[in-house]
């Protein structure tokens, strides 16, 4: 018998049958195809040979695009769902929070969620009633608790659900993207929350999009695709692997008709190569139709999803060719890939160059340290730049 915590999963599938409700273009598609001799199951895989052993004690997070199958995973983990083949096997009391409204009864009031949640668990009565005070607090809900739930808000329901399923000690907790519904510190208390129950070796995995969340909780990540496992290692090298992937649909497309055109970028350092924690110049050459005033904004992260630090100046563009040079200080990014994003909008607020990633450029140095566990680092970064303008007629402030 596996140690209280594990879970064994092992070639699990899992596939759903289309919904049969079709509209008249889905009848018209299906003839066309059965006249073209084409055959379809009417299956769809939504998992495929999964096979994955988190030992006692694993933070594990769970990443990929929408519909790679993370969540139908995490419901057979904790038995909502069944696989079509394979099994998977947990050791102790899962705790599971799968959805803002998932295991809560919408017409029974907040107390009563608490004693048939914390039963579906596994826990007498009598001990639910003495940590009812502890749920109680940690979900600041006050009177609302004998309150039906189809009231609560959202925000309500998320805090009241990960209450139960964090506060009665599960062996395995399970949490799907749902802390985003919450307010910024009552997500920070879940987090600090996270840390305690894994630091008594409790076994999580976790789903979400926001990556630094995953970097913060697990030390362990695996990348789905497609229903099928990409890559299951360190969270750092896998969340590594998964940016890089998104390489090439991170870069926003540049309209050349548009009056404005960011058609030349250029980062190097001092020396020619970039490195962390030296100087850094951003040339950018701009070709303009019209006359344009606004802001230029500059900016670089680690991630294509956002920056980690932007640069701005007030900036008059002229008919013609424009170069411009942002001298950075210093470059606050580790090594790695980082991305560079650049826009300039009007005084309308028109985005004459869409603010976006627009290069990406490879930087010398260290890699971050990691922070402790539970610690979310998006911080941004204060900078101050030398502006420069070659070339065309233009003016700065």
Same mark, same amino acid.
């Given at each position: 018998m596996s140690p209280e915590g #594990?879970?064994?999963?092992? /070639?699990? &599938?899992?596939?759903?049958? =289309?919904?049969?409700?079709?509209?008249?273009?889905?009848?018209?598609? /299906? #003839?066309?195809?059965?006249?073209?001799?084409?055959?379809?199951?009417? &299956?769809?895989?939504?998992?495929?040979?999964?096979?994955?052993?988190?030992? =006692?004690?694993?933070?594990?997070?769970?990443?990929?695009?929408?519909?790679?199958?993370?969540?139908?995973?995490?419901?057979?983990?904790?038995?909502?769902?069944?696989?079509?083949?394979?099994?998977?096997?947990?050791?102790?009391?899962?705790? #599971?929070?799968?959805?803002?409204? !998932?295991?809560?009864?919408?017409?029974?009031?907040?107390?009563?969620?608490?004693?048939?949640?914390? +039963?579906?668990?596994?826990?007498?009565?009598?001990?639910?009633?003495?940590?009812?005070?502890?749920?109680?607090?940690? #979900?600041?809900?006050?009177? !609302?608790?004998?309150?039906?739930?189809?009231?609560? +808000?959202?925000?309500?329901?998320?805090?009241? !659900?990960f209450s139960i399923a964090a506060m009665l000690d599960p062996r395995i907790l399970l949490v799907d993207e749902v802390l985003a519904v919450g307010d910024a510190s009552f997500q920070q208390k879940s987090l600090t929350r996270m840390r305690q129950i894994i630091a008594s070796g409790t076994t999580l995995v976790y789903v979400s999009h926001d990556l630094a969340t995953v970097q913060a909780m697990c030390t362990r990540a695996i990348w789905l695709s497609a229903g099928k496992i990409v890559m299951d290692d360190h969270v750092e090298r896998v969340i590594e692997a998964y940016l890089r992937s998104l390489e090439g649909v991170s870069v926003v497309s540049i309209d050349q008709n548009s009056s404005l055109v960011a058609d030349t970028i250029q980062v190097v350092g001092p020396r020619g190569p970039v490195e962390t924690g030296q100087s850094a110049t951003i040339t950018i050459g701009i070709r303009a139709i019209g006359v344009a005033r606004g802001t230029f904004y500059v900016g670089a992260g680690i991630s294509p999803s956002a920056p980690s630090f932007l640069v701005t100046t007030e900036l008059t563009m002229e008919p013609g060719r424009t170069e411009i040079c942002c001298a950075l200080p210093f470059l606050p990014l580790p090594g790695g890939t980082a991305y560079l994003w650049v826009g300039y909008i009007d005084g309308s607020d028109r985005e004459l160059i869409p603010f976006g990633v627009k290069a990406q450029f490879e930087v010398q140095g260290g890699q971050a340290p990691r922070a402790p566990l539970g610690v979310v680092m998006n911080s941004q970064i204060a900078l101050t730049a030398l502006w420069k303008i070659r070339v065309g007629q233009a003016n700065t402030n």
């Amino acid at each position: 018998m596996s140690p209280e915590g #594990a879970i064994e999963i092992s /070639q699990v &599938w899992k596939r759903f049958r =289309p919904d049969r409700r079709m509209l008249l273009r889905d009848h018209v598609e /299906q #003839a066309i195809r059965a006249i073209r001799g084409e055959r379809s199951s009417g &299956w769809r895989w939504v998992l495929r040979d999964i096979s994955i052993l988190i030992r =006692p004690g694993e933070s594990v997070g769970l990443i990929g695009v929408n519909g790679s199958g993370k969540t139908t995973l995490l419901k057979i983990i904790s038995r909502v769902m069944f696989p079509s083949a394979g099994f998977v096997r947990t050791e102790g009391r899962v705790g #599971a929070l799968l959805g803002v409204v !998932a295991g809560l009864h919408q017409d029974l009031s907040g107390r009563e969620n608490v004693f048939i949640y914390g +039963s579906l668990l596994g826990w007498p009565r009598r001990e639910i009633s003495a940590r009812f005070d502890e749920i109680l607090d940690f #979900a600041e809900l006050g009177s !609302a608790i004998d309150r039906q739930v189809k009231y609560y +808000s959202s925000g309500m329901q998320m805090r009241l !659900a990960f209450s139960i399923a964090a506060m009665l000690d599960p062996r395995i907790l399970l949490v799907d993207e749902v802390l985003a519904v919450g307010d910024a510190s009552f997500q920070q208390k879940s987090l600090t929350r996270m840390r305690q129950i894994i630091a008594s070796g409790t076994t999580l995995v976790y789903v979400s999009h926001d990556l630094a969340t995953v970097q913060a909780m697990c030390t362990r990540a695996i990348w789905l695709s497609a229903g099928k496992i990409v890559m299951d290692d360190h969270v750092e090298r896998v969340i590594e692997a998964y940016l890089r992937s998104l390489e090439g649909v991170s870069v926003v497309s540049i309209d050349q008709n548009s009056s404005l055109v960011a058609d030349t970028i250029q980062v190097v350092g001092p020396r020619g190569p970039v490195e962390t924690g030296q100087s850094a110049t951003i040339t950018i050459g701009i070709r303009a139709i019209g006359v344009a005033r606004g802001t230029f904004y500059v900016g670089a992260g680690i991630s294509p999803s956002a920056p980690s630090f932007l640069v701005t100046t007030e900036l008059t563009m002229e008919p013609g060719r424009t170069e411009i040079c942002c001298a950075l200080p210093f470059l606050p990014l580790p090594g790695g890939t980082a991305y560079l994003w650049v826009g300039y909008i009007d005084g309308s607020d028109r985005e004459l160059i869409p603010f976006g990633v627009k290069a990406q450029f490879e930087v010398q140095g260290g890699q971050a340290p990691r922070a402790p566990l539970g610690v979310v680092m998006n911080s941004q970064i204060a900078l101050t730049a030398l502006w420069k303008i070659r070339v065309g007629q233009a003016n700065t402030n």
